[in-house]
């Protein structure tokens, strides 16, 4: 089993960088695909990206594409999102999640473990 715990969040204006991290823990995850997801007020859970760094793929939502990039330490099991050009649209708790699977998928329900969520919050 592994866990997860974000960090990272906070308040910034429209164009500013933030960048999270989710520190892995339990068993060895390079096997597993590491997402972020985002979940807005009274909207669903989406996908933001993902990484399974031991082939080297990752993917990136349509919306973010361009602005955030997600990428990982495997010595320091730790995956992180780099979040620059930050839109108020982004306002979000973003949640870590592992899917211990070779498949890839951005259904947030196929992800087998969840962190807590990290608040970000984007100001105009």
């Known amino acids: 089993q592994v866990q997860l715990v974000e960090s990272g969040g906070g308040l910034v204006q429209a164009g500013d960088s933030l960048r999270l991290s989710c520190a892995a823990s339990g068993r060895a995850f390079s096997s597993y695909h590491m997402g972020w997801f985002r979940q807005a007020p009274g909207k669903e859970r989406e996908f933001v990206a993902a990484i399974r760094w031991s082939v080297g793929y990752t993917s990136h939502a349509d919306s973010v594409k361009g602005r955030f990039t997600i990428s990982g330490d495997n010595a320091k099991n730790t995956v992180y999102l780099q979040m620059n050009s930050l839109k108020p649209e982004d306002t979000a708790v973003y949640y870590c999640?592992?899917?211990?699977?070779?498949?890839?998928?951005?259904?947030?329900?196929?992800?087998?473990?969840w962190g807590q969520g990290t608040q970000v919050t984007v100001s105009s």
């Open positions: 999640a592992a899917r211990s699977s070779v498949i890839f998928t951005t259904i947030p329900t196929t992800y087998d473990t």
